[in-house]
Each structure stands twice: as structure tokens, then as C-alpha cells.
């Protein structure tokens, strides 16, 4: 019987820590996230912000060539046979980039968010090789 009263006791303890330590949506403490702060420019950065540019404007000619230059190896094989198909959208996809999102990079990957039609997407450069490219590996 001690340990039904005991389990009882416990429980009761454990509603009552989690009543106090809980947060609260409150005017002063509301439960949202915080706007993303712009990224501290860095050399890197400069890096991306110069080849993002470059698939902007690769995209913008409409040339499927062109593409292929802004685009990974892997990135190539992946879409490289439906490119053609697609070229209809080239100019909308170079308009989305140009309003671009850092939503976070490292020194090898960065992810933007664009929108299209209103509707949210992710894309992700890559840095390719030696020389510091960096290439669309998923949009």
C-alpha cells in the first residue's frame, strides 16, 4: 500500500514541476522564433554571394550550357538530361535567386531559400574543388 501511496506522491510531484517550469505563451514571454540577423560578411561569403550571381545570371540566358557550368558534376547527372525540358522556367528560377535567403553555410555548403509562385524552396550550392567554386549541387 506505502508504494501505490508513494507512486501517487510522484506523480502528483511530477505535474507540479512541470506546472512551474513549463513556459507560457504570454505577451511578455511569447513562444516565436526570432527573425534570422543577416550573416557577418566573410570571405567566404563574398565567395558565394560572386557564384550565386553567376547561376542568377546562367539561368537568366536561358542557356542550357550555361546551366551546366553553374551546376555540380553530380548535380549534372542528375538533372542534366531534363534540363532541355525545363528551359521554360529558367527565367523564373533566376528571378526567385535573386531574392535569395542565406539560411546558413559552412565553409563547404550553404542553403538559401527562395519562393516561386509563393511557395518555399530550398536550394544548395556546394564548393566543388581546389579553386573555391561553388556550384549548385540541389535546387
Given at each position: 500500500?506505502?508504494?501505490v ?11 507540479m ?10 505577451e ?30 546562367a ?17 549534372s547527372?542528375i ?9 521554360h522556367k ?6 526567385a535567386?535573386?531574392?535569395?535567403k542565406?539560411?546558413?553555410?559552412s ?19 556546394g ?13
Amino acid at each position: 500500500m506505502k508504494m501505490v501511496g508513494y507512486f501517487l506522491i510522484g506523480i502528483a510531484l511530477a505535474f507540479m514541476i512541470d506546472g512551474v517550469t513549463s513556459c507560457k505563451k504570454s505577451e511578455n514571454n511569447p513562444v516565436e522564433p526570432e527573425p534570422l540577423k543577416p550573416p557577418i560578411e566573410t570571405e567566404v561569403i563574398k565567395d558565394l554571394e560572386d557564384d550565386a550571381q553567376k547561376a542568377e545570371s546562367a539561368f537568366k540566358s536561358g542557356s542550357t550550357a550555361e546551366v551546366k557550368k553553374v551546376i555540380s558534376e553530380t548535380a549534372s547527372k542528375i538533372y542534366g538530361a531534363d534540363l532541355e525540358n525545363v528551359k521554360h522556367k529558367f527565367s523564373a528560377f533566376a528571378d526567385a535567386l535573386k531574392n535569395k535567403k542565406l539560411v546558413g553555410y559552412s565553409e563547404l555548403y550553404a542553403e538559401y531559400e527562395i519562393t516561386v509562385d509563393g511557395k518555399t524552396y530550398f536550394v544548395a550550392f556546394g564548393k566543388q574543388n581546389e579553386n573555391g567554386d561553388w556550384k549548385l549541387v540541389r535546387f
